[in-house]
T-cell receptor
Framework: AQSVAQPEDQVNVAEGNPLTVKCTYS??????LFWYVQYPNRGLQFLLK??????LVKGSYGFEAEFNKSQTSFHLKKPSALVSDSALYFC???????????FGTGTRLKVLA | EAGVTQFPSHSVIEKGQTVTLRCDPI?????LYWYRRVMGKEIKFLLH????????ESGMPNNRFLAERTGGTYSTLKVQPAELEDSGVYFC????????????FGQGTRLTVV
């Protein structure tokens, strides 16, 4: 069965510092991986995806993620965090047969001024 | 282009009552999905429509939940009768037909059953 793990419920980082939000996955076959962000009182917004190609994927708002096949990880990163990045982040893998997403439990990112 | 819209944004109902959630997908998106997040847990798949047909309803918790998609446009999710454990945030998403395209999510409906 496919699954996604986000091992950290919350990540705190100081503004201006680099941030990493961790995600590992378990799938059979090639993974289609996604990151979504949920700001307070908003829906899920697409950040970036990995389908194939370059292991480093760039997305919205300066975020990027690195696909690591050997470690089955897809960690979300940003070189310099902003207070406005504080939100709930979800990693997901998409089932290529049914198209449905399997989500992780989410990681709350808190960027401190 | 309008995004995915959901109504209502919040709903508080008593146990045993009926609630109907609505989702309007992005125009032209044949795929429509319902998901639910119970407090603090992962977002779980409920079901998937392709146009007006139910492609996959394996995530529907029980027969108190009924989803429809009229004419392949908007969708409704009815909970009847509601139970306390149905509380959570219900998300709707739509996408084009390929697995490598991202789905677009609505803002969610927060359902509280008291």
């Amino acid at each position: 069965a496919q699954s996604v793990a986000q091992p950290e419920d919350q990540v705190n980082v100081a503004e201006g510092n680099p941030l990493t939000v961790k995600c590992t996955y378990s799938v059979s076959g090639n993974p289609y991986l996604f990151w979504y962000v949920q700001y307070p009182n908003r829906g899920l917004q697409f950040l970036l995806k990995y389908i194939t190609g370059d292991n480093l994927v760039k997305g919205s708002y300066g975020f990027e993620a690195e696909f690591n096949k050997s470690q089955t990880s897809f960690h979300l990163k940003k070189p310099s965090a902003l207070v406005s990045d504080s939100a709930l982040y979800f990693c997901a893998v998409r089932d290529t047969g049914t198209y449905k997403y399997i989500f992780g439990t989410g990681t709350r990112l808190k960027v401190l001024a | 282009e309008a995004g995915v819209t959901q109504f209502p944004s919040h709903s508080v109902i008593e146990k045993g009552q009926t609630v109907t959630l609505r989702c309007d997908p992005i125009s032209g998106h044949d795929n429509l999905y319902w998901y639910r997040r119970v407090m603090g847990k992962e977002i779980k798949f409920l079901l998937h429509f392709v146009k007006e047909s139910k492609q996959d309803e394996s995530g529907m918790p029980n027969n108190r939940f009924l989803a429809e998609r009229t004419g392949g446009t908007y969708s409704t999710l009815k909970v009847q009768p509601a139970e306390l454990e149905d509380s959570g945030v219900y998300f709707c998403a739509s996408s084009q037909e390929w697995a490598n395209t991202e789905a677009f999510f609505g803002q969610g409906t927060r359902l509280t059953v008291v």
